[in-house]
């Protein structure tokens, strides 16, 4: 293991899991944590949910494994750079997506909406709950028994009432404290990933182009950059080039800003990390204002492009119109979700109905939603 800052969270100083186990022989305990996410069925299904684009538009463009597998990258990077613990950074970045609905936030807001009166849907809750209860595979424990470091790097963000619900775990966003900083890392480099990764696939899909970037400073830097030292290059190489410099510009910002809270704070343990005020992981203000600017840009360009639009609310329609049919009608359910949705309704009534639907709709992959809508909807689909 490297040699870890004394703020690092360590297999020594975990909180543990829900249910004892022995500490592994030849893996850290973190180790053991990623390697049940990898080995999970949640994290096969990510191949084929959406992140920006839905898998069918392009084989080229990030799925949400692909956009994962890039968060553990850029996570590793910060934490080997910080000294921190590259282990549970990876766990927490393989794991932090694997309650997201197809079709990316489009399904998260439409399955949040058909919730509303049934105590909603958080799309960061809903990892919790695939990693703490909707994998059934060990035989001693319920879920993927995951440390509560792991845990903890998951819920991002929980509203307050959830929050009271979820006890130790949930303490933090009522005492507003803060969680690991490897689970603060890895909250940046999903950022870092999915601003970059969309200007990549959102240039690939020809739904923005360079001209307007050009207005974005942090590309402009270093388009301008790129060009001088290889103004023949081909534009598809000049746009990876400058996108991979847009990360690194931002990593080492944010391992620059990060060292300097730390030295200045010096905690000495990871809960001194916990009971701090405000996150220790940051970038400079001026990057925090450049990063703002290409998220804005993002927003308004790329996630509201009419043929992105159009995709949402065909995705809108798909679960909504899911989401009914078997809240109205459980026996439309496969085997093992209606036993369910029985169970959980005798015990929670409607709630818990709509519960084990929104579960099922949850895990859902792009292509399984779109295949069991034309089950339901299509009467020329007979099987
Ligand atoms: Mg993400």
Redesign the pocket.
């Known amino acids: 293991m490297q040699n870890l800052a004394p703020y690092a969270a360590t297999s020594e100083s975990t909180l543990g899991r829900e249910v004892y186990e022995e500490p592994p022989s030849y893996r850290s305990e973190y180790q053991r944590d990623r390697d049940r996410i990898v080995h999970s069925t949640s994290f096969r299904r990510l191949e084929y949910k959406t992140q920006v684009f839905v898998n069918h538009e392009g084989d080229l463009f990030r799925t949400r494994l692909t ?2 597998i890039e ?1 553990a990258q850029i996570g590793r990077a910060l934490a080997r750079a910080l000294r921190l613990n590259e282990d549970l950074t990876e766990a927490v970045a393989l794991a ?2 694997l309650g997201h609905t197809p079709f990316g936030h489009a399904g998260q807001d439409a399955l949040n909406e058909c919730m509303s009166s049934f105590g909603g849907f958080e799309h960061n809750l809903q990892s919790l709950r695939v990693v703490d209860i909707l994998e059934e595979k060990y035989a001693e424990f319920e879920g993927l028994n995951l440390t509560f470091e792991t845990r903890e790097g998951i819920l991002k963000h929980c509203s307050i009432v959830n929050a009271k619900r979820l006890g130790k775990l949930g303490e933090r966003f009522l005492q507003q404290h803060q969680p690991s900083l490897e689970a603060q890392i890895t909250n940046l480099a ?1 950022e870092i990933a ?1 601003n970059n990764h969309d200007v990549d696939d959102g240039l690939r899909a020809g739904l923005i182009s360079v001209e307007q970037l050009l207005e974005i400073s942090l590309f402009k830097e270093q388009h301008d950059i790129v060009k001088k030292l290889y103004p023949a290059l081909s534009s598809r190489r000049t746009i990876h080039e400058i996108v991979r410099r847009m990360i690194n510009r931002l990593v080492s910002d944010l391992v620059e800003t990060s060292n300097k809270n730390l030295a200045d704070i010096y905690p000495i343990s990871i809960e001194e990390v916990r009971q701090h005020p405000t996150p220790l992981i940051q970038f400079s203000e001026k990057m925090t204002e450049m990063n703002l600017e290409l998220k804005r840009f993002l927003r308004n360009n790329l996630y509201s492009h009419f043929r992105v639009y159009r995709m949402t609310k065909k995705a809108q329609h798909i679960v909504e119109m899911l989401f009914e049919a078997f809240m109205n009608d459980t026996k439309l359910l496969a085997n093992e979700y209606r036993t369910k949705a029985q169970a959980m309704e005798s015990d929670n009534g409607n709630d818990g109905r709509a519960r084990v639907v929104a579960d099922y709709i949850a895990g859902m992959t792009d292509r399984y939603a779109i295949t069991e809508y034309n089950r339901l909807f299509d009467p020329l689909k007979l099987t």
């Open positions: 956009h994962s968060v932090h997506d999903d999915y």
